[in-house]
């Protein structure tokens, strides 16, 4: 096959990946609490094994990509994430899922990063823009196609939908070595390339910058917290639904039907909260960006707490679906937050440093929530998990505070 305009590949990887990815987590979550049987801490023992994954091989992987080829090093990712969900798919086994999570950390670190740096080497920075925001448009609206269809092959076999993504990951890599073209890659130089040092020179920056930045300080201690909450949460929601709740009967269907309308519900709500706060113009103004943050995350610790004690099962609908829409509000306002107050080089280290101390704080926060959830039960998890992220609204205060401050000197 010939190389294609890489643009459209762009796209294509974009779209595909989104519905791969929707095919198989729309079920995922139930397949391992249900068919594997894993307990609430296995099920966060897992997804602390998929962020160390991702942790430790995000520099090894980089060099790849800067030093041999951005279009190889994507192609293995993409191969590599397939693979692993075959074999979870395929033997449902918790070793088999705890080496999907490092298969799918591992390949993840090969195309991230090195995705953008192809597409700006293949058609300029400057043209990259636009791209990006129709690729987040079709993967959006992929995702969205996605979810029916995982249901449907659910009915037959709950493993299916993972199974047939992984196959079709494995598919999109064999299609990307036949038309993913690479002519404007360039090696690295040495003293720019992704590296342990690099990754340690970012982290001791990161300290330094803090230091002198109040407003730094406290974005980044919003990342950290963020992360010390978020993984119990996400995997826990799931078999906290599943086990003390009965479903109610949808036109005769199965339970599962109800986790595809879960997570289509929480899509189509984020897209429009997302699409008002854009038109509100909200991240001009520092004060109204960290008051709605503010006013978001109180909504989200609230409905955090009544998913987990919901008397029945549509408050916890609700409770599930106010969460969710917030939280999808919330990750672009936190990154229009954090470059407000960077620039340049600054910038760059300001949101590795946050992405490390959150990964940094789903390590440290989610095995104790889930010993919680295997000990005492999944509703105490839960609000231990509110518990961790009740930090945030004083920190969004102070933040809120400092912004005004800002505001009024400008």
Do not use: C
């Amino acid at each position: 096959m010939r190389r294609l305009d890489p643009i459209r590949i762009f796209l294509i990887l974009r779209g595909s990946t989104a519905f791969f990815h929707t095919l198989i987590f729309t079920v995922n979550l139930v397949y391992q609490a249900e068919t594997v049987g894993l307990s609430p801490l296995e099920l966060v023992l897992v997804g602390t094994a998929l962020e160390m994954s991702a942790f430790l091989f995000e520099a090894p992987t980089g060099i790849l990509a800067d030093v041999y080829s951005r279009r190889l090093s994507v192609i293995i990712g993409v191969g590599l994430m397939g693979i692993g969900f075959v074999i979870e798919g395929s033997f449902p086994f918790f070793g088999a899922v705890l080496l999907n999570q490092v298969l799918w950390g591992l390949g993840y670190t090969f195309t991230s990063g090195a995705t953008e740096a192809w597409l700006a080497d293949e058609i300029g920075e400057e043209a990259v823009g636009p791209v990006f925001l129709r690729g987040s448009q079709i993967g959006q609206v992929a995702g969205l196609v996605a979810i029916p269809l995982s249901v449907a092959l659910a009915t037959v076999a709950i493993q299916l939908p993972i199974v047939l993504g992984g196959l079709l990951f494995i598919g999109l890599a064999a299609f990307l070595w036949l038309t993913m073209p690479e002519t404007g890659f360039t090696p690295t130089p040495d003293d720019e390339r992704t590296s342990w040092r690099q990754m340690i020179e970012t982290a001791q920056s990161g300290v330094q910058m803090v230091r002198t930045r109040p407003l730094l300080r406290v974005i980044l201690a919003v990342s950290l917290v963020v992360g010390l909450y978020s993984e119990g949460y996400d995997r826990l929601w799931t078999p906290h639904l599943l086990e003390n709740f009965t479903f109610p009967l949808l036109f005769g269907l199965q339970p599962i039907v109800w986790f595809g309308i879960i997570r289509a519900g929480s899509s189509l709500f984020s897209i429009g909260a997302t699409e008002i706060a854009r038109r509100k113009h909200i991240t001009e103004s520092g004060g109204r960006l960290v008051g709605l943050m503010l006013g978001l995350d109180g909504v989200m610790l609230i409905a955090l707490l009544a998913l987990a004690w919901a008397g029945n099962f549509w408050v916890a609908l609700i409770a599930l679906w106010i969460f969710s829409t917030a939280r999808s509000t919330l990750g672009p306002l936190d990154s229009a937050w954090i470059v407000r107050h960077t620039s340049g080089q600054a910038r760059a280290t300001a949101i590795s440093f946050a992405s490390q101390l959150n990964a940094i704080g789903q390590v440290a926060g989610g095995p104790g929530v889930g010993w919680i959830g295997t000990v005492v039960s999944l509703p105490a998890a839960l609000t231990a998990s509110a518990l961790l992220m009740s930090p945030i609204l004083p920190l969004l205060v102070r933040g809120q505070k400092l912004e005004q401050r800002s505001d009024r000197l400008k």
